[in-house]
Every structure is written in C-alpha cells, then in structure tokens.
C-alpha cells in the first residue's frame, strides 16, 4: 500500500516546484471567483493508475473544490472516457491541472505497459514482475501503478530478500569462495524463511546454483534453447526467474519455457505516458 504520508509529501513537492512563483498567467487573464467543471478525458485506450493522487492534487491547491472519479485505478480506460470531474474556482483547477495530469499520466503509463505484458503471457503459469530500476525516491508509486496493471513487485528495497548478483560473486570468488560457500554464508545470515536467490548466465552456473541449495534462480540474459535446458535441469526443485532484454515480441515465448518469473525493467523505465487531457465543460 502506498503511504499516506508518502502521498502528500510528493504532492506538496510537486505542486511547490511548479508554483513556486505562483500562475502568472491565470493571476492575469482569469476572474478570481470564476466557478466552472472540467472533466479529466482519456485520449487513448490504456489501464488506470493515480486517479486518488489527481483527486488530492487539485485539493491540496483548494480543499473546496468538488472533485469526483469516476472510475476506478486498474480499470481498463477506452478512448474518451471520462476519469473524473473537477467542479469549483476555475483558477484553483488550472493551477492544478498540470500536476494531476502529470501523475495520472506517468502511473497509468507504468500499468498500461505492465498490462500489455501481462496480457501476452495471459494462460501461461508464470508472474510478470517488476524491478528496482525506478524513478529515485518514487519507487512505491511505480511500484502501485505496476500492480494496477497486473503485475507483481519484486523487491521493494534491497532489504526484502537475498538476491546474489554477478557483482557479489566476482567480489567473493576473488577472495577464494565457492558458490557453495557463498550461499551457505548468505543462508546463515540471512533471516529465518527469507529465500535466497541467486542470479546466473550459464547452464554450469545454473548447475553450482542447484547444488548449493538456492531457492530461486535467476536466468539472466539467456537465450530461449538455455531457458528450456535450465527448467529441465532444474525440474520444479527450484523457483526460476527469466531476466534481460525481455521485450513485447519475446516474452509470450520465454513464458513458454516453463519458467515461474519474469522480471522486466521496462516497466518502470521504458514506458509511454499515457495521454490524458482535462478539458472544461463550457456549454
């Protein structure tokens, strides 16, 4: 669940940062009591993400604004449908409008590209998931907007499971340590139940890793004929986790490699916003 706390501290930050010098160009042309609706469209088919941060956003300029959603995050959107309405100060919804739409944009961007992978895989018993490579200090809302979409998060900081990298093997094996001896070493420290994982790049790897009693093995950047041995070598004796260079064209067939886990950076890093515009109501 996203924070409260969270929410309002990026809010306040976003709406600080693009009004720090006020709206001179409302200040000068709009009326101050002028009262009017504007309704938030969709301007292309995708999956709702942030509607409740574009509601607190034209709040936190004026909390006597209406405002009303009226559909819900995680929805599929078709082209023109209406999301939500703003009712109240024209200004106050101008002086808002950029910021609202900016996250409404971004996070239903982030679920409308995860759903679009989640969808090719649609059958098939493997999980799409997410990544660290997230925006610095907004991970948590990517991470919301991945979950809108039908995905799954992975680790939400680096503290959430053991996950042995190539780094953390070229360090310890330069000091001697066996695979064997690296995993026995994380398993000790590591907290009661939390699985351990490890990443590899060559079915011999793959191999050590079995051997070394991992939990979950990470298959990373392999081509489709190693994903195929690496299942069949592990057979169902461990969790496997396809990463690297997954795209749109390649995923429904490394899903059908048999793997459990699908981890895809582009999700949060490669991804369209969603066009989404605000409009007023003038009739």
Request: aromatic share 4%.
């Amino acid at each position: 669940m996203l924070s409260e706390a969270k929410i309002a501290e990026v809010i306040a930050r976003a709406l600080a940062e693009d009004l720090a010098r006020g709206d001179i160009t409302t200040d000068i042309l709009i009326s101050p009591g002028q009262q009017g609706i504007a309704d938030i469209v969709a301007r292309e088919a995708g999956i709702l993400a942030g509607a409740d941060m574009a509601k607190r956003t034209f709040l936190g300029v004026d909390s006597v604004l209406k405002v009303d959603v009226w559909i819900a995050d995680g929805s599929e959107l078709n082209k023109d449908d209406v999301i939500a309405s703003v009712e109240g100060n024209v200004a106050s919804i101008l002086r808002a409008e950029r910021v609202a739409l900016n996250f409404l944009q971004w996070l239903s961007g982030i679920a409308t590209q995860t759903n679009r992978y989640v969808k090719i895989v649609q059958g098939l018993p493997v999980q799409i998931l997410d990544t660290r490579k997230t925006t610095p200090g907004l991970r948590s809302f990517e991470k919301y907007a991945v979950r809108m979409g039908g995905g799954v998060n992975h680790r939400m900081s680096l503290g959430d499971g053991v996950l042995i990298k190539d780094n953390h093997l070229e360090i310890l094996r330069h000091l001697g340590m066996t695979v064997n001896d690296v995993v026995t070493k994380a398993r000790q420290g590591a907290p009661c139940q939390m699985k351990i994982e490890i990443e590899t790049g060559t079915l011999q790897e793959v191999h050590e890793a079995l051997e070394a009693g991992v939990d979950i093995i990470m298959l990373d950047n392999m081509t489709l004929e190693d994903m195929h041995r690496a299942v069949e070598i592990a057979g169902g004796r461990v969790l496997l986790e396809a990463s690297g260079g997954i795209t749109l064209d390649k995923v429904r067939s490394v899903a059908e490699t048999g793997v459990n886990f699908i981890s895809i950076g582009a999700l949060t890093h490669s991804f369209n916003a969603l066009d989404i515009n605000l409009s007023f109501n003038l009739s």
